[in-house]
C-alpha cells in the first residue's frame, strides 16, 4: 500500500528566500516520487521525478529534491523564491502495478503563497 | 513531441444535462489514459483510467462513465448531471510499460453545474 502526507497546507515566503514544502511518504515497495505544480485553473505540471538513480534530484524552474529512505521524505526545495512560484504543488507516489497502470496516490497540496 | 488536449476549458450545464468532455494525445501511441476531478479546495480523485481501446477501469462508483473510441482520445459522459459533479476535470496520459508511472496532464476542463 502506499499513502504520501504533505505536512503543511499553506507556505508563505518572502520573494527571494527559501523555499521548503515537505513530504513524507508510506511505500511497500521500491516507490517512484514524483512533484506536480498547479498554476490557478491549469492542469498538473510534472517538476521532478525520482526513480532510485540518484537521492538528489534536480527539476524545473530552480526546484529540487532530496529522496532519505530512513526518514521517508521527499521535500521540495528551492534557494530563492520567485513571485511566479506562487501555486499549488503535489507530492505524488507510485509503486504498484495495477491492471496495466501504475496508479498514483497525491498528496492534498500545499499552497506556495510568495509575498513581494 | 507529445501533447495532450481537453475540451471544451469551460463549461456551464443545468443540472440533468447530459455531458461530454473529450481528451486527445498526439505524438504518442497505445498511451495510458486517465480521467480526474478536483473538486474546490480539494486534491485529485481518480475516476477512470484505460490502459487500450475499449478498456476502461472504474475507480470511483458514480453517474460518470468513460469511452476510449480510438486509441488516443478519451471520452467522459453523463447522461443527467448533478450539482456535486461540479469541479475541474484533468486528463492526463502516460506512457506504456516501465513509464507508465510518470503522467503528463492536459489543461482541464471547468464544469459548473447550476
Known amino acids: 500500500a502506499q499513502s504520501v502526507t504533505q505536512l503543511d497546507s499553506h507556505v508563505s515566503v518572502s520573494e527571494g528566500t527559501p523555499v521548503l514544502l515537505r513530504c513524507n511518504y508510506s511505500?511497500?515497495?521500491?516507490?517512484?516520487l514524483f512533484w506536480y505544480v498547479q498554476h490557478p485553473n491549469k492542469g498538473l505540471q510534472l517538476l521532478l521525478k525520482?526513480?532510485?538513480?540518484?537521492?538528489l534530484v534536480k527539476g524545473i524552474n530552480g526546484f529540487e529534491a532530496e529522496f532519505k529512505k530512513s526518514e521517508t521524505s521527499f521535500h521540495l526545495t528551492k534557494p530563492s523564491a520567485h513571485m511566479s512560484d506562487a501555486a499549488e504543488y503535489f507530492c505524488?507516489?507510485?509503486?504498484?502495478?495495477?491492471?496495466?497502470?501504475?496508479?498514483?496516490?497525491f498528496g492534498r497540496g500545499t499552497s506556495l503563497i510568495v509575498h513581494p | 513531441s507529445q501533447t495532450i488536449h481537453q475540451w471544451p476549458a469551460t463549461l456551464v450545464q443545468p443540472v440533468g444535462s447530459p455531458l461530454s468532455l473529450e481528451c486527445t494525445v498526439e505524438?504518442?501511441?497505445?498511451?495510458?489514459l486517465y480521467w480526474y476531478r478536483q473538486a474546490a479546495g480539494r486534491g485529485l480523485q481518480l475516476l477512470f483510467y484505460?490502459?487500450?481501446?475499449?478498456?476502461i477501469s472504474s475507480e470511483v462508483p458514480q453517474n460518470l462513465s468513460a469511452s476510449r473510441p480510438q486509441d488516443r482520445q478519451f471520452i467522459l459522459s453523463s447522461k443527467k448531471l448533478l450539482l456535486s459533479d461540479s469541479g475541474f476535470y484533468l486528463c492526463?496520459?502516460?506512457?506504456?510499460?516501465?513509464?507508465?508511472?510518470?503522467?503528463?496532464f492536459g489543461p482541464g476542463t471547468r464544469l459548473t453545474v447550476l
Open positions: 492526463a496520459w502516460s506512457g506504456a510499460g516501465r513509464n507508465t508511472d510518470t503522467q503528463y
Open positions: 511505500s511497500s515497495y521500491s516507490p517512484s
Open positions: 505524438g504518442t501511441s497505445n498511451p495510458n
Open positions: 505524488v507516489v507510485s509503486d504498484t502495478l495495477t491492471g496495466g497502470s501504475y496508479i498514483p496516490t
Open positions: 525520482y526513480t532510485s538513480a540518484a537521492t
Open positions: 484505460s490502459v487500450g481501446i475499449g478498456q
